[in-house]
């Protein structure tokens, strides 16, 4: 669908009309200047000449080289994030990797001209270099992912985050030690422990002398968060293309959205009895503040949500379909959905429970930062928030984890099976319509 201007973009690029650009575009040229780059030496070397070498096939081949990347980025990411985890074997680790490189809603866009292999690449491997402690270089590749999507900034600002809270993590446990208070913990408490825990968060972010340290570990970031801000004051706006279609507001029912698509895509991690059953009974445990929660969500569905003009219009994404069948039947759907996003919410939060606060808080705020403000509903935004979170959770038993690549086998048969062979047209068009995400 967006290949129509994607690929005379890049074709343009591959000619050498580098101040020819399709205002139509909304993100920055990474995506065609890497392919130049990529497809102009390969060409020379190999001798090809004429108009295969910034074909459409060509061009569509980058992003099985990214797919390929994404592959072993998610194998090193895993083995990186759970490498104390001596129980996980080999075999579990690549398993898991297969399974998150065939993610349906990223794995469909391997096979056409699109941003997102080439987005989802270079924010992985930002944040691979993150953990690593290559600062320099995570930011570098962090700048690589920003040319291809500009909301992806707020990844280099989760790989700061990631710092920082290792760092606050590292001072809670200290102060744990001298205050000997068994009672709190850096990972999961009651309220007035949580509310100790933000205090002493502030309180530590606030200290001139960590804030010298923190600065000193995370100038990279800070350097690259800091031209993203002059950027924004120069373009006048993140978007650099058709800006009437993509307009920033607050739309806080996109968090819930993102739940439920969670829910969905790793129902074998967050659907299961078990889970269920810790859920009433947490219920019924705190029933004040599940109420609060479900007052607080009815406000912002009723005052925070908005339909693009692009979901009601546009019957070629499923999306589109999601909110007819769904959000269309009756007005008063999107609230009865909230016992199912409040639960969504608590099974997404509970397995990240392995964590530590501080860095499920520094995740949250990106989370909202990368969805909330976006007045569209589209898959493609939660590609990258849930895949940072599904690197994160513990591994699930030999069992499940096949369970899951099943599933997301036989999502990727049917919306290919879909795309191929149940065309459509318009009316007022005589072009083959397909179905996609």
Not at 7 to 33: N, S
Request: charged letters at 15%.
């Amino acid at each position: 669908m967006d290949e129509v201007f994607h690929v005379p973009q890049a074709q343009a690029y591959c000619h050498g009309r580098f101040l020819q650009w399709d205002p139509m575009i909304t993100t920055l040229p990474g995506l065609y200047l890497l392919s130049v780059g990529v497809v102009k030496p390969a060409a020379w070397l190999l001798g090809w000449t004429g108009s295969v070498v910034c074909s459409v096939g060509m061009l569509r081949f980058i992003n099985l080289l990214f797919s390929a990347g994404n592959f072993y980025l998610l194998y090193l990411l895993l083995f990186k994030i759970h490498q104390k985890n001596k129980a996980v074997s080999g075999f579990q680790r690549i398993l898991s990797a297969l399974t998150l490189a065939a993610f349906p809603t990223l794995y469909f866009f391997t096979f056409l001209y699109y941003t997102d292999p080439g987005s989802v690449f270079f924010t992985l491997f930002s944040y691979l270099m993150c953990l690593y402690g290559n600062h320099k270089t995570s930011a570098l590749l962090g700048f690589c992912g920003f040319m291809f999507r500009q909301t992806n900034i707020v990844w280099t600002v989760f790989c700061a985050g990631n710092v920082v809270a290792e760092k606050v993590n590292e001072a809670w446990k200290i102060e744990l030690q001298k205050k000997k208070d068994e009672k709190i913990s850096s990972k999961k408490g009651s309220f007035s422990d949580l509310t100790r825990i933000l205090q002493f968060l502030v309180e530590y972010l606030l200290s001139p002398k960590n804030l010298v340290t923190l600065t000193a570990l995370t100038w990279p970031y800070i350097i690259l968060v800091s031209l993203f801000f002059v950027f924004v004051f120069i373009n006048g706006g993140i978007v650099v293309g058709d800006r009437s279609s993509h307009e920033a507001c607050l739309h806080f029912p996109q968090l819930f959205y993102f739940l439920s698509f969670t829910l969905f895509f790793s129902f074998p991690h967050l659907l299961t009895p078990t889970k269920i059953r810790k859920f009433l009974l947490s219920l019924r445990k705190h029933p004040v503040q599940y109420s609060l929660v479900a007052v607080i969500s009815l406000f912002l569905i009723w005052k925070f949500t908005y339909v693009h003009k692009y979901l009601l219009a546009d019957n070629r994404h499923y999306t589109f379909y999601v909110w007819r069948k769904v959000f269309q039947r009756h007005e008063l759907v999107k609230y009865l959905l909230v016992p199912f996003y409040i639960f969504a919410g608590w099974s997404f939060a509970d397995t990240l429970k392995s964590k530590s606060i501080f860095w499920i808080l520094m995740y949250f705020v990106c989370l909202l930062a990368v969805t909330v403000p976006q007045k569209l509903l589209e898959f493609r935004y939660f590609i990258l928030p849930f895949l940072i979170y599904r690197l994160n959770i513990p591994f699930l038993s030999l069992y499940r984890q096949l369970l899951e690549l099943a599933f997301y086998i036989l999502v990727n048969a049917v919306t290919f099976y879909l795309f191929l062979n149940r065309t459509f047209q318009w009316e007022n068009s005589d072009e083959v319509q397909r179905f996609m995400w």
